[in-house]
């Protein structure tokens, strides 16, 4: 018996450890299993409801799997065919992607769309450009067969036959987007190029929600169950009652001019000679001035532009790439006094403003007439001997490694040097520091889990390290996030909108951009776990999870002061409208908005300004990236029906309108459009406009026609998720 208590003591603290580890693991894992159990069905919940029935947990385990194992088929079978399936983009394997994929196979079914055996089949072909034969199909399928996900042919072929349907419904819908009509081109110009400038009056609803009466307690009661399980959102006219998921954390900031400017003070001379020598061949070689191209010199050059701009539009075209086409015969090379200099051919949509007339000179200076004979050519070479030093000193020859001339001076580049050191020396220093209070705060967790596990917590609770003493040590800065919702940290700014980039094999670029929101809310983010982050201006931050409230719907008691105050606002609506329609109908006989305010005697009070030129929508700032609904300063959340509104006006008309929340009704008086109608239809019709500029604006507007178009079918399907779809 003492053998074993001596054993136990030897052990205590890795024991001791082994059981706080079965805590948390009954603490978190438990939970949703018991929970999968609570929702009907026993061990077999429903997931969600729809017209043809229910989805369970099996049912969406196994749809979900399938749409794996159809991911991995279908890059099998590109692997087989020769090609890199890498390059390959794979479907969502996400629920909601799986239950939307049914939902729109049905509506295909019900509109007459039928994917057959065969057509399949030619989907294969096509995938694969028919290279792969039937048996090699059948051996990647009896790859599958095995281990707990057995499939057959048939499971595949149905899996594909769904995703097929859902794809082909899809595009019988985009066919009503084939080519954008003249209107609608003319329609998203004038969006993104023409300004408004607006005289409006803000009607908050609150202002008026002292006139409106509280109903009964059932009919509040009805009111709050309505709502009780939907979150608030800021944009939304909807009211949500329920609480969000909130988290207390700790910080770490590590500013990065602060920590590079400490750190280039210690740099010294000899440092930023030996960086200079060690890269200059790299960093600061002497880029040779480019001489000017003859026309003969151009031609190769043309055809890499070419073929570069053909690369390009292969990489924007499906997975499935086309046949090869047979190569041309090559035309015989015309005489060369015949050939005049080259015009650089170029997509209208393309085309530079001016590119013709830069180019018409050098046309105009190759008639045949000015074609030197071939005795003559000699001249030319004694005029070429005949160049000036300082033309020689332009030559594209490589430059010596040991000549000085070759390379920058280090007096110019010295500034660079020392901020690349400076740079490196910060990031090794903050990373330096970062490591340490990972340690410390690992050390801290397995302490805080040893004592939990103890009867009665006995020996007093550890303290974690002290933020405020580290960052006063090592010159950083801390902070503290109390009970926050993600959209509260986000809107604050900082650590909120910092970020980490990720590798992804299913993006372009092989990593996506993980938020900082995204990575402490996650469902899998423990508690005193540091993670780091940066953001867009190179500051670093190191944080950690002290506290998580899951999102929860209140009780009505709890709630009632909310209930009551959303119901006054819903119901207050009608009257901001009337009163905003009132000053509407007087300043349209003639006077401004800021006339008829002043012509008030009773009421609350009210304000005119004038805000603008803005436009209905903004451009990105990223190249191709969809634009944006535009947010005037001086206007609160606008939304579409508001845009609606003031583009249907003509200078000096009148209207009214909601912003999105439907918190505010304005009323609305047009000043004037920047440019008018006239001079915006000549930039419209202008042949050196850039196409591309409306393009992205068409794509977003497809992409929300299918996105309320999706919405509308899961309507009439009556789809209901009885918990969030799991990604």
């Known amino acids: 018996m003492a053998g074993s208590f001596e054993i136990f003591r030897k052990y205590q603290r890795s024991l001791l450890v082994f059981v706080a580890i079965l805590a948390m693991l009954a603490f978190f894992v438990l939970p949703p299993f018991l929970q999968m159990g609570a929702g009907g069905g026993g061990s077999d919940p429903v997931v969600a409801t729809w017209s043809g029935g229910d989805i369970r947990e099996s049912d969406m385990m196994r749809g ?17 065919s020769g090609r890199d399936p890498g390059r390959m983009r794979l479907l969502p394997d996400d629920e909601e992607d799986v239950v939307r994929t049914m939902l729109l196979a049905k509506e295909a079914e ?6 057959s055996n065969a057509a399949i089949n030619q989907f294969l072909g096509e995938w694969t450009n028919n290279m792969v034969r039937p048996e090699q199909f059948d051996a990647i399928i009896a790859r599958r067969r095995g281990g707990p996900m057995a499939v057959s042919q048939a499971d595949v072929f149905e899996a594909l036959r769904t995703v097929l349907a859902a794809g082909r419904m899809e595009r019988l819908f985009l066919t009503g987007f084939a080519g954008d009509p003249p209107a609608q081109r003319w329609d998203y110009f004038r969006r993104l190029e023409q300004g408004a400038t607006v005289e409006v009056v803000p009607v908050a609803v609150e202002s008026l929600v002292e006139a409106v009466s509280l109903p009964s307690e059932a009919t509040l009661l009805n009111f709050f169950d309505q709502y009780k399980n939907d979150l608030p959102a800021a944009r939304s006219a909807s009211p949500g009652f329920k609480e969000p998921h909130r988290i207390s954390a700790e910080y770490l900031v590590a500013k990065r001019e602060v920590i590079e400017a400490e750190v280039r003070k210690d740099i010294t001379e000899e ?24 026309a003969a010199e151009e031609k190769p050059a043309a055809a890499e532009e070419k073929t570069g701009e053909k690369t390009g539009e292969k990489e924007s075209e499906p997975a499935i790439p086309a046949e090869p086409k047979a190569a041309e015969p090559a035309k015989p090379a015309e005489p060369k006094a015949a050939v005049p200099s080259r015009l650089r051919v170029m997509p209208a949509a393309f085309r530079q403003p001016g590119g013709e007339a830069k180019a018409a000179p050098a046309a105009a200076e190759a008639k045949p007439a000015d074609v030197k004979p071939a005795a003559e050519e000699p001249k030319a070479e004694a005029k070429v001997e005949a160049a000036k030093p300082d033309d020689a000193a332009q030559s594209d020859a490589p430059a010596k490694k040991d000549d000085p001339a070759a390379f920058e001076p280090l007096e110019k580049v010295a500034d660079d040097v020392r901020n690349r050191l400076a740079s490196e020396a910060a990031a090794k220093r903050i990373d330096a520091v970062f490591t340490a209070v990972t340690t410390d705060f690992a050390r801290y967790a397995e302490d805080l889990a040893l004592w939990q596990a103890q009867v009665a917590g006995t020996g007093g609770r550890p303290q974690p390290p002290n933020v405020e003493a580290i960052a006063k040590k090592q010159g950083l800065e801390s902070g503290r996030l109390e009970r926050v919702s993600a959209g509260d940290a986000v809107a604050a700014g900082g650590l909120g909108t910092s970020f980490e980039l990720s590798l992804d094999q299913n993006s372009p670029m092989g990593f996506r951009q993980v938020s900082w929101d995204e990575m402490v809310f996650a469902p899998t983010a423990s508690l005193w776990r540091p993670a780091g982050t940066r953001d867009v201006a190179g500051n670093r931050y190191l944080s950690w999870k002290t506290d998580d409230q899951p999102a929860f719907s209140p009780t009505f008691d709890k709630a009632k002061a909310d209930v009551e105050r959303a119901w006054k606002i819903v119901e ?27 012509a008030r005697t009773e009421g609350p009070k009210l304000a005119a300004a004038t805000v603008g030129p803005f436009t209905w929508m903004s451009r990105a700032g990223t190249f191709g990236a969809a634009p944006t609904l535009s947010q005037p300063d001086g206007l609160s959340m606008p939304g579409e029906e508001f845009m609606k509104a003031v583009f249907a006006l003509e200078p000096g008309q009148t209207t009214v309108a909601f912003n999105e929340p439907r918190t505010v009704c304005y009323a609305i008086r047009l000043v004037s459009y920047e440019p008018d109608q006239e001079k915006l239809r000549e930039q419209f019709v202008d042949p050196s406009f850039d196409q591309r500029r409306i393009a992205a604006l068409a794509r977003q507007q497809e992409g929300d026609a299918i996105g309320r178009w999706i919405e509308d079918v899961e309507r009439r399907y009556a789809l209901q998720w009885k918990r969030p779809p799991r990604r």
């Open 271 to 294: 440092q930023v000679k030996k960086f200079y020598e060690e890269n200059k061949e790299r960093l600061y070689r002497v880029k040779a001035a480019e001489p000017a191209a003859s």
């Open 64 to 80: 979900v799997a399938m749409r794996t194992v159809l991911n991995q088929f279908l890059l099998d079978a590109v692997a087989a």
């Open 572 to 598: 207050g609506r009608p009257l901001a409208r009337k009163l905003a329609e009132e000053l509407s109908k007087q300043a349209g006989d003639g006077k401004t908005l800021e006339a008829a305010v002043a």
């Open 110 to 115: 019900a509109n007459g769309v039928v994917v």
